[in-house]
């Protein structure tokens, strides 16, 4: 299987911004998702574009997260801003289905810390 691969993560302060990507080939063929995991919890999906650019977000970041796709790089993003604390997390992309199409990446931490 082709890997996903993210990146962008890092430490930022609470109300702050980072761009997240996903890249590989292929993904333009499916609706993507980004999902996170924090420390003891399970998996969850927080935001979806479909191959036509329709968008959903899980009420946790509604306004605050944006997730977009570029085709013609087989990549896809999460603008995150405002960032809370509670968004520390892991980051991984991947299909939004039961299961998911490609095997998980290593993903992309993300810190939320003053």
């Known amino acids: 299987q082709v890997p996903l691969v993210e990146s962008g993560g890092g430490l930022v302060e609470p109300g702050g911004s980072l761009r997240l990507s996903c890249a590989a080939s292929g993904i333009i063929l499916y609706a993507m998702g980004w999902y996170r995991q924090a420390p003891g919890k399970q998996r969850e999906l927080v935001a979806t574009v479909t191959s036509f650019g329709s968008k959903k977000y899980a009420d946790s970041v509604k306004g605050r997260f944006t997730i977009s796709r570029d085709n013609s790089k087989n990549t896809v993003y999460l603008q995150m801003d405002n960032l809370k604390s509670e968004d520390t997390a892991v980051y991984y992309c991947?299909?939004?289905?039961?299961?998911?199409?490609?095997?998980w990446g290593q993903g992309t931490q993300v810190t939320v810390s003053s």
């Open positions: 991947n299909t939004p289905s039961t299961p998911p199409r490609f095997t």
